[in-house]
């Protein structure tokens, strides 16, 4: 219990919600129980008085005269005997006492209203205690002698004091343990809410412990109750995303580094080298063309970065521009793109070969620069006198593009990083790129732009086929920034 609490403590708010409810259920359960004791103690009386009269009727059918009542006072007096809180007063019809026990003399307003010979009391017939009053009382005709026209009035009345006094020792205990019980239901809360919450804590601690360092962390879901097992699971999975995109991002820092390396100790070297001595035009000449090829391959690089960059963006909430949709005839694309690499293919002695037609709606400069990728990639890895094949084809739901081209093929641990920034084969295929290994990411870019993707089948020294899956239906706007 050594926490602070406050009222964003989520274990003073269910302590304080646990508190309330035991209260209000404690205090309705006594409220009731209280009401059930009052009724019963009324029922009680009320039975009580009723019986006195029948009983005192019986009595009086014994007797046949006012005369005999007054004669033998004692044979109604021991009938309220040990009954204290009891009073009686018999009457005759023009309302004289004839007998009074306990000096009782009922008021006027009880006589005005008994109940009649023939009558059977009831509690509605019962005069209810008033402040100067405090006693249940009713009255009643008794036949003398069995003779309806022959009657005494006969005037009960039941002190409630005793009552009240018990009612009123209830009500204490009632209160008091009322309050034992809110302390102690408040106390309880308090601790079963703290022990309830003991995994959320624990999950807590060990998400402070989690940082830019050490991502592996994870939350027990095992060990977290059913309740916080979706949390559990979202968290990890977020931790799990975060970890990849820092070790992605740390592996293209340590790209970028390497790449932007080469060609700038190049032109540091060639830079230092000309200025090393006197040179003539031509020499200097040549050093500015060999720089030349280096910044237009900075060039390259830094423009598929930003690419990348604005693709990225485009797929977050920070986009900028919608992409610029139509309907495209992609055998008409496929075939502009064939003849503008056909040149640099007749150079290899590499024939491009497209087959089949789709219609999708995209945007025409990305596809474009999409399948022009793929190609350019099939020509650079094709051997001499071989084909570039380009064939559409379509299912029910996306129309795809597969580009194939024979050669030594992917090895199958570089199949899935194949479209990675920066990831290059360390193998014969690599050493003869001269791009900026970016040209397969912008291709995966392209493809998520548009709601599809781009997945690869190679086999060694045969077939590598990449295929483009467009989706038929254009998905939601997606944004990019051109």
């Known amino acids: 219990m050594g926490r602070v609490l406050n009222f964003n403590s989520i274990t003073l708010r269910l302590s304080v919600m646990f508190a309330m409810s035991a209260i209000i259920l404690l205090a309705g359960t006594g409220i009731f129980l209280y009401r059930f004791l009052e009724h019963e103690l009324m029922r009680r009386d009320h039975e009580e008085?009723?019986?006195?009269?029948?009983?005192?009727?019986?009595?009086?059918?014994?007797?046949?005269?006012?005369?005999?009542?007054?004669?033998?006072?004692?044979?109604?007096?021991?009938?309220?005997?040990?009954?204290?809180?009891?009073?009686?007063?018999?009457?005759?019809?023009?309302?004289?006492?004839?007998?009074?026990?306990?000096?009782?003399?009922?008021?006027?307003?009880?006589?005005?209203?008994?109940?009649?010979?023939?009558?059977?009391?009831?509690?509605?017939?019962?005069?209810?205690?008033?402040?100067?009053?405090?006693?249940?009382?009713?009255?009643?005709?008794?036949?003398?002698?069995?003779n309806h026209t022959n009657k005494v009035l006969i005037a009960l009345a039941l002190n409630i004091d005793e009552a009240q006094s018990l009612l009123m020792r209830y009500r204490q205990t009632l209160l008091i343990t009322l309050l034992f019980s809110v302390i102690t239901a408040a106390s309880l809360a308090l601790i079963i809410a703290r022990r309830g919450l003991r995994p959320l804590h624990a999950m807590a601690e060990t998400a402070s412990e989690i940082s830019a360092s050490h991502l592996q962390k994870r939350l027990s879901v095992a060990d977290a109750p059913a309740e916080l097992k979706e949390l559990a699971v979202a968290f990890n999975s977020m931790l799990a995303r975060l970890h990849n995109s820092f070790a992605r991002l740390s592996d293209f820092s340590s790209d970028l580094a390497h790449e932007l390396r080469t060609p700038i100790n190049n032109l540091m070297g060639q830079t230092q080298?000309?200025?090393?001595?006197?040179?003539?035009?031509?020499?200097?000449?040549?050093?500015?063309?060999?720089?030349?090829?280096?910044?237009?391959?900075?060039?390259?690089?830094?423009?598929?970065?930003?690419?990348?960059?604005?693709?990225?963006?485009?797929?977050?909430?920070?986009?900028?521009?919608?992409?610029?949709?139509?309907?495209?005839?992609?055998?008409?694309?496929?075939?502009?793109?064939?003849?503008?690499?056909?040149?640099?293919?007749?150079?290899?002695?590499?024939?491009?070969?497209?087959?089949?037609?789709?219609?999708?709606?995209?945007?025409?400069?990305?596809?474009?620069?999409?399948?022009?990728?793929?190609?350019?990639?099939?020509?650079?890895?094709?051997?001499?006198?071989?084909?570039?094949?380009?064939?559409?084809?379509?299912?029910?739901?996306?129309?795809?593009?597969?580009?194939?081209?024979?050669?030594?093929?992917?090895?199958?641990?570089?199949?899935?990083?194949?479209?990675?920034?920066?990831?290059?084969?360390?193998?014969?295929?690599?050493?003869?790129?001269?791009?900026?290994?970016?040209?397969?990411?912008?291709?995966?870019?392209?493809?998520?732009?548009?709601?599809?993707?781009?997945?690869?089948?190679?086999?060694?020294?045969q077939l590598t086929i990449f295929t483009l899956h467009f989706p038929k239906t254009a998905p939601s706007v997606t944004t990019y920034t051109a």
């Open 49 to 146: 008085l009723i019986g006195k009269v029948d009983l005192y009727r019986h009595l009086l059918s014994a007797v046949d005269s006012e005369e005999q009542v007054v004669d033998t006072p004692n044979m109604f007096r021991d009938v309220i005997i040990g009954h204290p809180h009891l009073s009686l007063a018999l009457l005759d019809r023009r309302g004289n006492i004839l007998l009074s026990a306990t000096d009782w003399k009922p008021p006027k307003e009880l006589l005005e209203n008994p109940v009649e010979v023939d009558a059977e009391p009831s509690r509605a017939t019962m005069s209810m205690p008033t402040p100067d009053q405090p006693y249940h009382a009713i009255a009643a005709w008794g036949a003398l002698g069995g």
């Open 273 to 461: 080298v000309a200025l090393s001595r006197q040179r003539n035009a031509e020499e200097y000449r040549a050093v500015l063309e060999s720089n030349l090829e280096e910044y237009e391959r900075l060039a390259r690089m830094i423009r598929d970065m930003l690419f990348l960059a604005q693709a990225d963006n485009a797929q977050s909430d920070n986009a900028q521009e919608p992409m610029h949709r139509e309907l495209l005839n992609l055998r008409a694309e496929l075939d502009k793109i064939a003849e503008f690499y056909q040149m640099a293919a007749d150079e290899r002695g590499v024939s491009i070969i497209t087959n089949g037609s789709g219609a999708i709606i995209a945007d025409r400069i990305l596809v474009q620069r999409a399948i022009g990728n793929l190609i350019s990639n099939a020509l650079q890895h094709s051997p001499p006198n071989s084909e570039v094949h380009a064939i559409f084809s379509s299912t029910d739901e996306t129309v795809e593009l597969r580009v194939s081209n024979h050669g030594q093929g992917i090895p199958d641990k570089h199949l899935e990083k194949i479209f990675d920034r920066f990831y290059r084969i360390t193998n014969s295929r690599s050493r003869t790129d001269t791009g900026s290994g970016l040209g397969l990411a912008i291709v995966k870019s392209i493809m998520e732009l548009h709601g599809g993707r781009v997945s690869v089948e190679s086999q060694a020294n």
